[in-house]
């Protein structure tokens, strides 16, 4: 996770600490790249806190980090980004570093929206998905929902159509988990069966690869399915 570890979003779900964030590191990209170089890694997930405070959303320091990587070692890249406040110019920066995967989680149904995620938009992270696979049709798209919020069965269905007329290419879906006492409160736990019920549904769809389950979360076996999907 890069930009700190202050978030500047009050989401209801996620345990990541809020406040004002302190100034960008600018040798987090070299740092980080030393990271995936010593660790011999294959595949590298680039994830942030949400920077509402900077002009560009941390857009470039994105795109810092994937170069720098690319320069260290020989890695595929997975990046997992905020919505940068709807500002698609973000998203080319980018997207102008050819990450493999552009991941975009919409976390949940439109009508839960408000209290789980706070100042984001349903529409706008669509839109976020849409764009990055517009200028860039050969790098997979992703996203990912939770459930287990209070939402139906058929909301999530219609989330899943909203997301594939984005052009998204992957999908994962995972049991929400409350952090605290004070997070937002598990309404029920999914059934295996309904999590297979789900996957079985997306992949008609034609997500290219889809994985559903209780512990299923955004970086789930990542490495393993970019190389599966490199490979059909």
């Known amino acids: 996770m890069i930009l700190g570890n202050q978030c500047t979003r009050p989401c209801g779900f ?20 030393e990271a995936a170089y010593r660790l011999e890694l294959k ?12 002009a560009d959303g941390g857009a470039r320091h994105f795109r810092d980090c994937i170069d720098a ?14 919505d940068f406040q709807g500002n ?4 080319d920066d980018v997207m102008q570093a050819e990450p493999e995967i552009f991941n975009h989680n919409l976390e949940t149904v439109p009508r839960l929206y408000r209290r789980a995620r ?3 938009e349903y529409s706008r992270s669509l839109l976020v998905l849409k764009h990055a696979k ?14 287990g919020l209070g939402e139906t069965m058929d909301e999530l269905l219609d989330v899943l159509c909203d997301l594939r007329d984005a052009n998204c290419d992957m999908l994962t879906i995972g049991q929400y988990l409350a952090p605290t006492p004070k997070h937002m409160p598990i309404f029920r736990f999914i059934t295996p069966g309904e999590f297979e019920w789900l996957e079985v549904m997306s992949r008609k769809m034609g997500f290219k690869h889809v994985a559903s389950g209780p512990f299923v979360r955004s970086s789930y076996h990542a490495g393993e399915t970019i190389s599966k999907i490199k490979h059909c």
Do not use: F, N, Q
């Open 14 to 33: 996620c345990s990541v600490s809020k406040g004002e964030p302190k100034e960008v590191e600018l040798d987090e990209p070299g740092r980080l790249a």
């Open 43 to 54: 595949h590298v997930v680039i994830t942030s806190v949400t920077r509402d405070d900077l």
């Open 88 to 91: 698609m110019k973000c998203i």
């Open 118 to 120: 706070g100042k984001a």
């Open 134 to 147: 517009s200028i860039r049709p050969s790098c997979l798209t992703k996203s990912g929902l939770m459930v």
């Open 69 to 82: 990587i690319r320069k260290r070692c020989i890695a595929t890249i997975e990046v997992l980004t905020p």
